[in-house]
């Protein structure tokens, strides 16, 4: 365990002060969660299903992203109903295509027409036969493809069924294919396009034909506001078809042209139209973490303000996640220097997995670390403190022989200073940081 053995005593009184005169915190950390997640609960406890759909950039696309520990997070305490939404694309499902033959949304991009809730979508040239498989992820699925005035007809072969046509055109709406495969049947769908008109297939809903929960992703690299702004018809039709309980929105990474004004405007109109597509729903916020660029802290403010006046919920990771060096020195953020490396998005995950189970209260009042600080099993106790505040002296880690935890304790990437103290201390006074 480190030690530092030059701090002053003056130093440590002078944290006892500013512990009990108590510090203002402004700015709170979650609003309204409990509203916000109660719907979701009772679905996933009800013996149906519930389901939450999780709108972001890559550090929700990611491996290794938020997303991927969140999902079994959610559906460990809930119970597994599915893989969830999948975008039907080169990266997530689809083959035996010939690229010439089939326009595709893709990755870290933003093709127009801008279809489909993640970008990633397929739409095959009026040429007759053109083929393309999408390989599902569970037994059951719904298939989610687009009616239009200048659609085609096309064929659909799955499993053991015989193949059948289905006509495409019409006016805008979403159209869906309910597929289901015998345990021991490749989960295939393959469409055939005719000369009629073009086809387009956006993606599909995987459930396994279990009670609990379903958390779906609808995240791409590089996006941002704007980017979930410019969907067209097929997006608002999709979160109606998926029908969320609550949606997470965690943006901000890709958004540095935005000040607080616009991006409040600009939030503002995003959860207005998640809304309007699903009213039955509720929404979370979840301002993005702070990766050290200066713009991100006028964005985090402005969703607050957006989850204040339309009374959604809301969950400040910027702050409560700890700064920028805190994830560079525990190893959670990747070579590149922004995404999560695996211990990254696990702890993003859990942190904002605990503030929707507790209603906000494991965020506390400032971002703390584990108070259980000798690691003896009792939170909260005396000789937690004791034990912190040897490290600041030249005593033994209190009790002789224990292993103190990580003193970084309000996570702002600088150990050994007061505010350290401070932070802890405060756990005592104002209620938990856990």
Known sequence: MRRHADISAGLVVGALVGWCTGVSHAQPL?????????PFRAAATSGGVGSILCLGDSLTFRAGGFFEAFQPMVQGAYGDAGSGYQGMSLWTGATNFDSWEWMQGRINTDLFPHRSLD?????????????ATFALRDRFARVHYAVEPSAGSFTVLMGGEEPYTIEAVGANQLGVIEAAFDPEEAREVRFFAHASGAVTILGAENRNGQAGA???RAANGGWGL????????TFDAQVAQLRPELTII????????????????????????VRAAWPAGRIVLVSTYDSGSAHLAPLANAMREVASERGTGFIDLYRAGGRYQYYVNAGMVDADGLHF??????????????????????????????VDFNNDGSLFDPVDVDAFLSVFSEGPC????ATCDEIDFDKDGSRFDPQDIDAFLRVF???PCL
């Open 30 to 38: 979650h609003l309204n969660l409990e509203a916000s997640y109660g």
């Open 119 to 131: 970008g990633l979508w397929m739409s095959a040239f009026p040429w007759e036969n053109t083929v």
């Open 214 to 216: 379903l958390v779906h």
């Open 226 to 233: 704007p980017e979930f702004l410019r969907r067209d018809w």
């Open 250 to 273: 965690m943006l901000g990474q890709n958004d540095p042209d935005f000040g607080y004004s616009s991006y409040l405007i600009g939030m503002g109109a995003l959860v207005d139209r």
């Open 341 to 370: 490396a695996p211990t990254g998005g696990a702890s993003v995950a859990r942190l904002i997995f605990d503030a929707l189970e507790t209603g906000g209260a494991s965020l506390g009042n400032a971002p703390c670390g584990d």
């Open 398 to 401: 209190v009790p002789a022989g």
């Open 429 to 431: 006074s104002e209620g």
